[in-house]
């Protein structure tokens, strides 16, 4: 399973630490089996370059990070890159798309805002929706067209942007602008992930406003918080890339006649045990090299079907093999054969990692002297159902 970092941001505030843990918890439990690190941009330790670093050392060098930041700012475009540049080495990692203005996480911001409404009628409620700010002019752009969406959504009166930090207009210029257009119930909403300092400045700074307009009420919605939307958002973002890691051109079909011709089989185990049968109907001359085997293969070795030298793998094995399969359960040993075959330029199946061999077993079954093989993107039980589907539609 391919490792996954999510980069915050990081903060001084234990409560805003303790929420970017909850969340990746949260992750966590969407992924079982899936190696997830947190990772933050500055302040709250492990590093993202430390973040990945660990996830590298589980996998075999290959990691998907996923930005959990709402806006492209320079987080997003500069300090996360850099940080993987600095990490990555030889290593292929994918670098996800940040959270921006997913459906899930739009309705869930504005749940927020809802919650701090109360039974104040959305049309005739004003929000100001607070965003970080940001030197990138996009990343405001994106935030003005949040406040639309949320807008939209939960059928606001008006939602005016505005910005805690290089931007304008910053929040009290703002709730000015609400006020000279006539709002007198105002929710001040956040487009923040966790709690920190920006949380804190959103609260002093409208209570301070609130206290010189006391004929105006405002209410302050909370930040979005772990929750279920934003797990979803960066599982997705996550599976996005994980997919692509294992994406390939479409394979290639031939039929290989290996009547007489050597193939090297890797590894004695349920795999093999399912795929030596058939190169041993195909005619193939199966050596295979393993310290132990399954009683299928056994027999086939103890009645001369096939050779098996009973020891571990070694590269010379390669020497002479027209086909060869890795399958043993070690990764490093499958991909010492499958670089051993890619040098001699033999075609090669690895079992446990589809996208680093050159060859792919397809789904097959004989019938009236012809073969069906069906060959998907590397799911291979889809292609059974498919295989078995045809050959209903064939009357067998
Ligand atoms: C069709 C079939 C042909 C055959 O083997 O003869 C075949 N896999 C079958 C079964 C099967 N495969 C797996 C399970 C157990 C797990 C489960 O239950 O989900 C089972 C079921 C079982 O074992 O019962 C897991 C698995 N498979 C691959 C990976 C590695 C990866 O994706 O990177 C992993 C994860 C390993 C791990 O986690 O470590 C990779 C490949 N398997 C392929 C073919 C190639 C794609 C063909 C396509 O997409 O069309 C490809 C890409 C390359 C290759 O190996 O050639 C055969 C049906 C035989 C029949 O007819 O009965
Ligand atoms: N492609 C598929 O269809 C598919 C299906 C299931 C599992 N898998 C993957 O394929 C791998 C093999 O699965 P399995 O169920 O056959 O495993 P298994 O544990 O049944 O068999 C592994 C075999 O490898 C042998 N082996 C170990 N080290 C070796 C070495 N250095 N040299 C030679 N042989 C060695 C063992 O003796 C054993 O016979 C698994 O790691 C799994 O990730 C792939």
Known sequence: MIPLVIAGHGTRDPAGVQEFLALVDQVRALLPGVTVEPGSVELTPPSIEAALETALALSDGRAVVVPLMVGEGGHVLEDIPGAIGRAKGTADVRYARHLGADPRLVAALEGRIAAARGDWAPERTTVVLVGRGCS????????????????????????????????????????????????????????????????????????????????????????????????????????????????????????????????????GGTVSARRVPRLVEAGARVRLVSPEAVASLAALAEEGTIRWQRRRFEDADLDGAWYVLAQTDDPQVNAAVAAGAEARHTFCVRADDAGRGSAWTPAVARAEGFSVAVLGTGSPHRSMKVRDALLKVLGR
């Open 136 to 267: 990138v002019t996009g990343a405001n752009a994106d935030h003005v067209r949040l406040s639309r969406l949320v807008q939209e959504h939960g059928g606001y009166e008006r939602v005016c942007p505005a910005f805690l930090q290089v931007a304008a207009p910053d929040l009290p210029r703002a709730l000015d602008e609400a006020y000279a257009m006539g709002a007198r119930r105002i929710v001040v909403g956040q487009n923040f992930l966790f709690s920190g300092r920006l949380r804190s400045w959103t609260f002093e700074r409208a209570e301070a406003w609130r206290a010189r307009h006391p004929d105006a009420e405002v209410r302050v919605a909370e930040v979005l918080g772990p929750c279920d939307e934003l797990a979803a958002v960066v599982v997705d973002r996550y599976r996005e890339e994980e997919s692509r890691l294992h994406e390939t051109s479409p394979a290639y079909l031939a039929g290989l006649l290996l009547m007489e011709r050597d193939v090297l089989v890797v590894g």
